[in-house]
């Protein structure tokens, strides 16, 4: 069962190597909107999942793009919800691990897997995929539900990443998600996680 802590954010380790920069802002815009204690309240609220390593270092396994956007606000703490003490494992031992869970997603912008070693040590210096922006955003049009499968949104990402030109995306974002929605409710969607094909 997991145990809930408070620590600081920029102990905090990723567990990817992308976020979604645009996901981001939104997140710091919606909690820019709320006083300091609203903020903090919402933090207590949706704790990170997380995973304790050796040396008592934190590993984030989800809301990363909460944390960019706390780093973003100035917040210092953070809290997490410790599902796992994998504090006796090192090294590649413990990303195998990791990984064998579903825990780590070792992929850069462009669908590319690496080396657990090109994951960053610090939320800051996560790289921005606008994949993963547009599945964030398809999803909170409606396009598909949120799914308990592991890296949902990298999937959906890598799905339009194949679909949509990147040129189209950074051209024009609102119509990249328009064209993301019809995707997304399509027959060529069937068998990805929240598919609902309304």
């Given amino acids: 069962m997991a145990s809930t802590q408070e620590a600081p954010i920029s102990r905090l380790h990723p567990t990817q190597i992308t976020v979604g920069l645009l996901e981001v802002r939104a997140k ?18 949706h704790p990170m999942p997380a995973v304790l390593g050796s040396d008592g270092v934190l590993f984030i396994t989800d809301h990363h793009h909460l944390g960019r956007a706390s780093i973003a606000l100035g917040l210092a703490t953070a809290f ?11 090294g590649d031992a413990f990303w195998q691990e990791m990984d064998r869970r579903s825990w780590v997603h070792p992929l850069d912008e462009n669908g590319v897997r690496h080396h657990y070693s090109a994951i960053p040590s610090r939320l800051e210096s996560m790289v921005d995929d606008v994949y993963r922006s547009l599945s964030g955003f398809v999803r909170a049009a409606g396009g598909f539900e949120k799914s308990e499968a592991a890296f949902a949104e990298f999937v959906w990402a890598d799905f339009f990443r194949r679909l949509i030109a990147i040129e189209d995306v950074r051209a024009d974002f609102r119509a990249a998600v328009k064209a993301g929605l019809a995707l997304a409710q399509s027959k060529l969607a069937r068998g990805m996680p929240g598919y609902t094909g309304k």
């Fill in 80 to 90: 997490c919800d410790v599902e796992a003490d994998l504090s006796k494992l090192a």
């Fill in 28 to 45: 710091v815009e919606r909690l820019s909107l709320l006083p300091p204690k609203g903020r903090r309240d919402f933090m207590q609220g």
